[in-house]
């Protein structure tokens, strides 16, 4: 079982920049990838960005690709976030979630329904 746990949420001002965390229970070999997502109130969950373990190879949604960074770090079993410019549309609980299965395609990187594990979210609420 993994379990994974996020961390960093909170508030910020439009422009600004937050680090999230998801820190994973078990050795990363044992997962494909790990991929961050959001879920605004009322919306459905979408993709931000995915690193896989091997290789370290990164994904990221268009709305993000020139303002985020997806970084792991495999000795501490640890996937960040860098989060920059932001924006109030950002604003929404982020989801880490890991996968055991390799994809290799954006589109199955961000199909949500692949991912097996969840962490509990973190809410980022981006003010004007």
């Known amino acids: 079982q993994v379990q994974l746990v996020e961390s960093g949420g909170g508030w910020v001002q439009a422009g600004g920049s937050l680090t999230l965390s998801c820190a994973a229970s078990?050795?990363?070999?044992?997962?494909?990838?790990i991929g961050w997502f959001l879920q605004a109130p009322g919306k459905e969950r979408e993709f931000v960005a995915v690193?896989?373990?091997?290789?370290?190879?990164?994904h990221f949604s268009d709305f993000v690709k020139a303002r985020f960074s997806i970084s792991r770090d495999s000795a501490k079993n640890t996937v960040y976030l860098q989060m920059n410019s932001l924006k109030p549309e950002d604003t929404a609980v982020y989801y880490c979630?890991?996968?055991?299965?390799?994809?290799?395609?954006?589109?199955?990187?961000?199909?949500?329904?692949?991912?097996?594990?969840w962490g509990q979210g973190t809410l980022i609420t981006v003010s004007s």
């Open positions: 979630a890991a996968r055991s299965r390799m994809a290799y395609s954006f589109k199955d990187f961000a199909s949500y329904k692949d991912y097996e594990y």
């Open positions: 078990v050795r990363a070999f044992t997962e494909a990838a």
């Open positions: 690193v896989t373990w091997i290789g370290g190879n990164t």
